[in-house]
């Protein structure tokens, strides 16, 4: 471990170096989902999910369906479908745990996003997952949220990253291929050639099956 020398212990010190947050950051911050934020999450094709187990250890992981994938049951509850993925339910063990959640929603070429924070809880609950099928294929499961928070974040990050200039992104061919990152790192899993194989299958094929 990288051994810190100059390490802040007092929420004092970071506030001191910038001058306190303009108003409209602070009473921007509701207890529900308003207009503004209902129409976000209806556009909103991708997610990131922030959860947390009983011993504080963090999971984000990403959730992506066709745009108004999330559904806004009321103006405090919403409802994202559990898709096929790794099977290896990080977080829903997490909301099991601790029962706490945190989102945020992008949308293609804007640079805000929207934030929501509250509780989960794991349904199987169909009227909930009837209308979240997909190639008529229903998901097992829906994380329901009970939005405790729920705010706009202004666009700096998306604009320092360039997330929607691909054209000025990187070459990414020196980046290994997801099949020979995994056949490295777990090399039980199988060749690199096998691996391939599979991973283009899962995603040109099997994208909702169980």
Known sequence: MYPAKNIVTDEETFRSLHRTAHISQTAKILDHIDVHCRAWIEQSPFLTMATYDSEGRVDVSPKGDPAGFVQILDKNTLAIPERPGNYRYDGLSNILQTGRIGLVF???????VVRANGSARIVMDQDILLPMAIKDRVPDLAILVHV???FYHCGKAVIRSRLWRPEEAPASVHLPTYGKAVSDQAAEAGSVEELEARFKNNDESRLYDH
Request: aromatic share 0%; glycine share 0%; no cysteine.
């Open 106 to 112: 992008l949308v293609p070429n804007r640079n805000e």
């Open 148 to 150: 405790e928070e729920a």
